[in-house]
T-cell receptor, first 116, second 115 residues
Framework: AQKVTQAQTEISVVEKEDVTLDCVYE???????LFWYKQPPSGELVFLIR??????QNEISGRYSWNFQKSTSSFNFTITASQVVDSAVYFC?????????????FGKGTRLHILP | ETGVTQTPRHLVMGMTNKKSLKCEQH?????MYWYKQSAKKPLELMFV???????ENNSVPSRFSPECPNSSHLFLHLHTLQPEDSALYLC??????????????FGPGTRLTVL
């Protein structure tokens, strides 16, 4: 069965600090996709990254970086030099590549507060 | 601005009312989705449409009735709702169906309160 666990319900850090959001997933498939989405106060989920299960290279995009480790079934997200605008709820998600119902399983989200 | 719009943004309704939520995507996508986001629960996929045909209905109560008249518009008709249906209802679209290799673009949601 698919499952995504974001153990951190809420995190607060002071601006300019680095922060890592944890994501652990479960799947029986060997081919799957992992996602991170950001949900600012305005409500819409903003797509940040997709990673397929065959690509374990870490990725960096500006202040954002992602660490994918299949050995620990984790796909962690780090924000470097955080800014107040990074305050949002962040969701990690999983989709098995050949699922028939096109379902993306979301974690419960981590609410991130960046304090000025 | 993700290219997916939803109206209304906020809705308060009684249990005997009938209302509809509207979603429109301006991205030329072929698949559209309805999700329910309740407090402290993961997002729940409700309905999936591809090329105006429903391909998924995740055991959603019949008081929620979707409609997809064309690939750009998706409605969620509501009737005889319960207070526990109060939630944020999110619409999303993707280029096509296909597991995880088509990322979904989300609208801002409709915050629904059922009294």
């Amino acid at each position: 069965a698919q499952k995504v666990t974001q153990a951190q319900t809420e995190i607060s850090v002071v601006e300019k600090e680095d922060v890592t959001l944890d994501c652990v997933y479960e799947t029986r498939d060997t081919t799957y996709y992992l996602f991170w989405y950001k949900q600012p106060p305005s409500g819409e989920l903003v797509f940040l990254i997709r990673r397929n299960s065959f690509d374990e290279q870490n990725e960096i995009s500006g202040r954002y970086s992602w660490n994918f480790q299949k050995s620990t079934s984790s796909f962690n997200f780090t924000i470097t030099a955080s800014q107040v605008v990074d305050s949002a709820v962040y969701f990690c998600a999983l989709s098995e590549a050949f699922n028939r119902d096109d379902k993306i399983i979301f974690g419960k989200g981590t609410r991130l507060h960046i304090l000025p | 601005e993700t290219g997916v719009t939803q109206t209304p943004r906020h809705l308060v309704m009684g249990m005997t009312n009938k209302k509809s939520l509207k979603c429109e995507q301006h991205l030329g996508h072929n698949a559209m989705y309805w999700y329910k986001q309740s407090a402290k629960k993961p997002l729940e996929l409700m309905f999936v449409y591809s090329l105006e045909e429903r391909v998924e209905n995740n055991s959603v109560p019949s008081r929620f009735s979707p409609e997809c008249p064309n690939s750009s518009h998706l409605f969620l008709h509501l009737h005889t709702l319960q207070p526990e249906d109060s939630a944020l209802y999110l619409c999303a679209s993707s280029q096509d169906l296909g597991g995880g290799y088509n990322e979904q673009f989300f609208g801002p949601g409709t915050r629904l309160t059922v009294l």
